[in-house]
């Protein structure tokens, strides 16, 4: 049996897909559920849990809502990656056959990854808080013709039937999560393959960004991912998230990321980890 060594935070119910992410890779931690991505976060920094996993992208339905946002000010540090593969099932209260369910409930992440099994069985999608929730409030209170999209965690948790198999529309629906914590958990120069991710935002200056990403190219830095979005609701301050192979040790992402911070305003790195054999 596992050491159970605290806790580490996830938003949602229990029987989330997220709880799920945190039984897989930290089993030696007890899974704290949280009402929001900031709860989890504050229950980090405030040291009711160890450490937090937190959705980022899924391969599906793309980034994760607000979790960019909340990166670079949550005062904690990337010290993982874990990819979860995403398996979703219809599942409803016991004694019930499909030909008698209507509607299907669940986060609106999960009913879109889902859609083509919805559309052929002439199930009306409606949305809730999340997957693990709809499944509590299902097996509490939830009528016949009702069912919940959501995994077979959920389903055991809250004592529901599953009465049609991995519903998703593309086998490789996996979503990707991000290991946090108070101190930084630095992977070292020579534990190859590394992923060094940070925050960034550009000079106002005509060509900035590409002038920024310019020494990437030019040092044979891979960027496996680049993705902005808007800073105080505004329309001209622009943040970038990015990953790229290799340690800042390194003299090409040393050099890479040092024409970076020459062409930009703000330059943060949020983690240097090493990459999850699911790369």
């Known amino acids: 049996m596992t050491e159970n060594k605290g806790f580490i935070a996830y938003q ?26 900031e709860d989890a976060l504050d229950a980090v920094k405030s040291a009711r849990a160890v450490k937090a996993m937190l959705p980022i992208e899924n391969s599906l339905a793309g980034r994760v809502a607000d979790i960019h946002h909340l990166l670079p000010d949550a005062g904690l540090h990337i010290v993982a990656e874990h990819f979860l593969p995403v398996e979703h099932h219809l599942m409803v209260r016991p004694g019930v056959a499909l030909d008698q369910v ?26 809730a808080g999340d997957t693990a929730g709809a499944a509590r409030h299902l097996a509490a209170e939830g009528r016949d013709d009702e069912a919940v999209v959501a995994s077979r965690h959920a389903a055991k948790h809250y004592g529901l039937n599953i009465i049609a198999e991995n519903i998703e529309d593309e086998a490789h629906n996996t979503t990707r999560f991000l290991e946090m914590a108070l101190a930084p958990e630095d992977a070292a120069p020579d534990e190859a393959p590394v992923v060094t991710s940070f925050v960034f935002e550009v000079r106002n200056i005509p060509a900035a960004l590409y002038k920024a990403l310019g020494g990437f ?35 090409p992402v040393r050099l890479a990321l040092e024409e970076l911070s020459f062409f930009s305003s703000s330059l943060k790195i949020l983690g240097v980890y090493k990459a999850a054999l699911e790369r």
């Open 102 to 127: 209507k509607t299907a409930s669940s986060h609106a992440m999960a009913l879109g990854q889902c859609r083509r099994f919805l559309k052929k069985h002439g199930l009306k999608a409606e949305m």
């Open 12 to 37: 949602g119910e229990p029987g989330a897909f997220s709880e799920l992410a945190c039984l897989q890779y930290a089993p030696e931690l007890t899974p704290l559920a949280c009402a929001t991505f």
């Open 217 to 251: 190219a030019t040092n044979g830095v891979n960027m496996t991912k680049l993705e902005s979005y808007q800073l105080n609701g505004g329309f001209t301050a622009t943040m970038f998230y990015a990953d790229i192979e290799g340690h800042p040790a390194h003299e």
